[in-house]
């Protein structure tokens, strides 16, 4: 549900504002109003921005480097995070650039080893007694053997397509030779080598130093991102004040949810803060905080990948999460999967950061489903139960489904969450607008599940038909009054008719597209299956008959087939039914989104 808000506004003296908005950081229940018109560009503001940049940068770096977050060392809130960012960034930075030293030595290596050992000096000595080597490269097409016969010339090596070869002058002749001159380094590749080999073993080193010192820098740039987002927030709420009465008193509104309230106004109350409280207006835009039982507050997250409701409508999130979940197992629908799933979650959920269990929480709980789901297909591992001569399985198989009923079920289902989403937007339609504005909706209601039961009921039982007639006269007869006459109990029913017809028109042609969107949950269910039978077939009919070795390549290719089959199918069971809540379900539960999150203005905690 979506937690009901009230609105505050603050006078507040100018000499006590800063203490005033310390009071509030610390009961961190207001979620302040942002100015209209923006806020102006702020020198501090964008300083504090760019620290924060820069502590996340050095927090990948480290994490880049091997920093594990198990072997965190804590460090005291007193900590220096604006020293130790200087410090990882001089220490990154270090070994960046001898990096970069080491990709320079290497390619002076490349370009000097062909060359041999030599000595820079005895060249000089060389050209002393009128002895000039020139050192040259070309691709082997180009050599031209008359240069051998007009110079003195030396071929050092030939690498690949490539010729090296050095031309022997007296000073100041310059060979005419079509060829690449070559300009060599001051040392030889040995030398080179040896430089290469020390910068290798200075950046271990500096790595080694690097995991170690992050081990309590990791920690305290956590404490002091912390920090900076405080910082950040409390700047932008001053950007937010308004200042009222030639500065002298601040203006500050904000939102708190009505069931945290009571702690804001004791605390107003006892500093003799002015403030007014007010319910929110019917076109203000107020944050949105969602509150769920636990099981519905796990599909929190996917339905914010969306968007939020806006304060004023229903939040669909505790009515999609069953049929989300359902959505998931049939696609899937592997029950040795969904155990896979379970186990994984629960291992990872035992290990993972608090922020994270809520996800390996999801992750379970959409593997019990495949579980249940799989074996009502009568799917293990890519193998049919259904089919299995396995004399304790029989008596299972009662609830085992086949292909045709599979694909039915998924029709079902789609129409389920179809017409539940319309019950949903005409609740949701008769609290916000009233009952006369809902008729149409309800028209439609009778004409769904009055003539949908009507024919149910006939063919489960022995319906009279004289009373099955007048029932679809009834509902019928209703619902097409109220969709195509009192649609608009203020509107002229000609106008209405009109309206009505064009409102039949994309009703019928809607739903029948949006439940035949439900096939996909039979398609991928279907698939994941067929896969997982080819891969079995695949380990069986290729492993051959060596004994053992047989044995090995057959689970080899089970293990790389299935897990293939594993990440595909799961990616396509949380991405369709996803899809199906997001477009199918949302848009006949009436669903408008535009919520802004809730976000307190509240202290730093500590690491």
């Known amino acids: 549900m979506i937690v009901p808000m009230r609105k505050y506004s603050f006078l507040v003296y100018h000499r006590y504002y800063h203490e005033f908005l310390e009071a509030i950081r610390e009961i961190g229940v207001l979620h302040v109003i942002e100015k209209q018109e923006g806020v102006a560009e702020n020198q501090t503001l964008n300083e504090q921005l760019q620290v ?17 977050e198990k072997a965190w060392v804590a460090v005291s809130p007193g900590t220096d995070g604006a020293a130790v960012l200087s410090e990882t960034e001089s220490r990154i930075g270090l070994i960046e650039s001898l990096q970069q030293k080491l990709q320079l030595t290497d390619r002076e290596w490349e370009r000097m080893e062909v060359w041999g050992v030599f000595s820079p000096a005895l060249l000089g000595k060389l050209a002393g007694e009128g002895y000039i080597l020139h050192f040259y490269s070309c691709n082997n097409r180009k050599f031209d053997q ?11 090596d030939t690498v690949g397509t490539t010729r090296y070869f050095v031309v022997l002058t007296a000073p100041g002749v310059q060979p005419d030779i079509d060829a690449d001159p070559v300009k060599l380094s001051d040392r030889n590749a040995v030398e080179i080598a040896a430089e290469k080999e020390q910068i290798r073993r200075q950046i271990a080193d500096e790595k080694k130093a690097l995991e170690h010192f992050a081990l309590t820098a990791q920690p305290a740039l956590e404490l002091y991102l912390r920090e900076v987002n405080g910082e950040i927030d409390f700047s932008r709420v001053l950007l937010n004040t308004r200042k009222e009465a030639g500065e002298k008193v ?19 109350e006892k500093a003799g803060v002015y403030f007014e409280a007010s319910e929110p207006d019917a076109e203000e835009p107020v944050p949105v905080k969602l509150k769920n039982n636990k099981f519905a507050a796990l599909y929190e997250s996917i339905g914010e990948l969306y968007d939020l409701p806006n304060y004023r409508e229903i939040d669909l999130t505790p009515f999609f999460a069953p049929f989300f979940m359902l959505f998931f197992g049939l696609c899937l629908g592997d029950a040795a999967y969904g155990l896979l799933l379970v186990a994984g979650a629960l291992y990872m959920r035992s290990k993972a950061k608090p922020s994270m269990k809520p996800v390996f929480s999801l992750a379970s709980w959409l593997g019990v489903s495949t579980v249940i789901l799989g074996i009502v297909s009568g799917t293990f591992m890519g193998f049919n139960l259904i089919e299995a001569d396995i004399a304790w399985l029989e008596q299972f198989k009662v609830i085992m489904l086949n292909s045709d009923q599979l694909f039915n079920v998924a029709l079902v289902l789609g129409a389920v969450q179809i017409i539940f989403g319309m019950l949903i937007r005409t609740a949701g339609s008769i609290r916000r607008f009233g009952f006369a504005a809902s008729l149409s909706l309800l028209g439609w209601l009778l004409i769904i599940l ?25 509902f019928f007869g209703t619902g097409g009054l109220l969709v195509f006459v009192l649609n608009n109990i203020k509107r002229n029913p000609l106008i209405n008719i009109g309206a009505g017809v064009w409102d039949a028109y994309n009703m019928a042609t809607g739903i029948l597209g949006d439940l035949l969107s439900y096939i996909r949950l039979f398609a991928l269910g279907i698939s994941s299956s067929v896969m997982g039978f080819v891969f079995n077939d695949l380990a069986i009919n290729m492993s ?13 290719i089970m293990v790389f087939g299935h897990g293939i089959n594993i990440f595909m199918g799961g990616l396509g069971a949380f991405v369709h ?12 539960a009436g669903f408008e989104g535009g919520g802004k999150k809730y976000k307190p203005f509240k202290s730093v905690q500590s690491y």
């Open 544 to 556: 051959g008959d060596i004994p053992v070795l047989s044995t090995l390549i057959m689970l080899l």
């Open 146 to 156: 008359e240069w051998e016969a007009r110079y003195p010339l030396f071929e050092i």
């Open 250 to 268: 601040m203006l500050l509104e904000g939102w708190s949810p009505v069931e945290k309230a009571g702690e804001l106004e004791a605390y107003l």
């Open 450 to 474: 009055g003539g949908g039961g009507t024919t149910l009921a006939g063919m489960v039982s022995e319906l009279d038909p004289e009373v099955k007639k007048y029932l679809y006269y009834g």
């Open 52 to 68: 924060l940049n820069r502590i996340r940068v050095a927090q990948r770096m480290l994490n880049s480097y091997g920093s594990d």
């Open 577 to 588: 039914p996803m899809r199906l809540t997001f477009v199918e379900f949302y848009k006949n």
